[in-house]
């Protein structure tokens, strides 16, 4: 069993974090931001990552890695083996908070020290919220973490006493203005920065490649009469893997800067640094939302991200365009809007309205509530804490 006390002897009580890593970063991203704010809310805590093994991509894997927060591998064992394991990688848990992968609510009853378990669902997918009821039953909090402007779907309603409608979690005091973080990142304050992260193509390959080819397609066109325009292309461990067929090879564009895994942090500066940010999910568009950076959507292909698209362009809080239309012509056409510098500011802080800024807030409040209510000892144990700092 690990140790559950910190450096100076004080025992902590543990909780480990279980972040959907199957497909793209938006569910690492979303947890870290947690994460943070709790360690700095409660040095009681001992926060450790959960990555089920089940669909586990390496760039989650790496980014969790490169947090600086301890990572475990939750194994999907044959059934002779899985009572061992499961308590292996989760029997020292006092707290697990969830966020999309419902299926390991199951092993609560395998972990007899386990006190609360928080869930944070995904809008669903089809019927996925619906069928999922009776995992749901078994947890002590769920987070609701959407903007109003997307509301509590019917299918958490039976669930309405252990639910909290946080907002979006984000992290708006670490976000650097827009100079800030290209000093931080090495970025010519007098060039306009186009970001885009492909990240392994998590909606399917045809997305990823339609998407990618009409971004680089789009900005070489346009790189003849905005000689100022740059492509930073993050998230790219192996451009060979990525590369579109009919382009010139993604190393050799001039004006195209490929970057590798970042961390959730480097990531979010991309997206304060960037004038304009070409997105698909979640995580990306809320963290441009904060940042005020303009946006172009494609929405991925997922209920979820339809339905953000849905609501972005009734509210005009950014442009966006259905992957079917995204060739290189309409890009460079949609990019050159999305820059203009009057209408592309004041679709940014409309959807900085829409998204708000204290969901990270209400998400900590919620879930140390719940560790107070579950976990008695947590109380006694930080209230010393807090007179001994």
């Known amino acids: 069993m690990v140790e559950t006390t910190a450096d100076d002897g004080t025992e902590r009580t543990t909780v480990v974090v279980v972040p959907s890593a199957s497909g793209g970063l938006g569910h690492v991203a979303r947890t870290l931001k947690l994460m943070r704010a709790l360690e700095a809310a409660d040095p009681c805590l001992r926060l450790i990552y959960g990555l ?6 390496p760039i989650n894997r790496d980014a969790c890695e490169r947090t600086g927060y301890p990572v475990r591998i939750i194994p999907n064992p044959v059934r002779h083996e899985r009572d061992e394991r499961i308590r292996a990688a989760l029997g020292d848990a ?3 908070i969830e966020d999309t992968n419902r299926r390991l609510i199951a092993h609560r009853r395998l972990l007899p020290r386990l006190r609360a378990w928080i869930s944070i669902p995904m809008l669903p997918i089809w019927d996925e919220l619906h069928m999922d009821w009776p995992l749901l039953e078994h947890v002590d909090r769920i987070l609701y973490a959407y903007p109003t402007v997307m509301p509590v779907p019917a299918e958490l309603e039976p669930f309405r006493a252990r639910l909290t409608v946080t907002g979006p979690i984000l ?3 670490e976000i650097p203005d827009r100079a800030e973080a290209r000093r931080r990142l090495g970025l ?13 193509f998590p909606f399917g390959p045809w997305f990823g490649r339609r998407v990618l080819a009409g971004v680089v397609g789009g900005f070489m066109r346009l790189r003849a009469t905005t000689p100022d ?17 009919g382009l010139p090879p993604l190393t050799e564009i001039p004006g195209v800067t490929l970057t590798g895994v970042v961390s959730p942090e480097v990531a979010r500066d991309h997206v304060a640094a960037a004038d304009l940010v070409v997105l698909e999910g979640t995580s990306t568009l809320f963290n441009a939302a904060v940042a005020r950076t303009p946006v172009l959507m494609v929405p991925g292909l ?3 991200t339809w339905l953000e698209g849905t609501w972005v362009a009734a509210e005009d809080a950014g442009i966006v365009v259905r992957p079917e239309d995204a060739t290189p012509a309409k890009m460079a056409s949609l990019i050159r809007r999305a820059l203009d510098p009057t209408a592309g500011p004041a679709r940014a802080d409309r959807l900085h309205r829409l998204v708000g800024t204290t969901g990270c807030d209400l998400a900590v409040a919620a879930v140390r509530a719940t560790i107070a209510d579950r976990v ?13 700092g």
């Open 52 to 57: 089920d093994e089940v669909g586990l991509r």
């Open 94 to 96: 006092d707290v697990v």
């Open 171 to 173: 992290d708006p005091a």
């Open 188 to 200: 010519d304050p007098n060039l306009r920065y186009l970001l885009y992260a492909p990240r392994g």
């Open 229 to 245: 325009l740059r492509l930073l292309l993050i998230a790219v461990p192996d451009p060979a893997a990525v590369q579109p067929p």
């Open 302 to 304: 997922i209920y979820e």
């Open 376 to 388: 008695p000892e947590h109380a006694a144990r930080a209230e010393a804490a807090r007179r001994e």
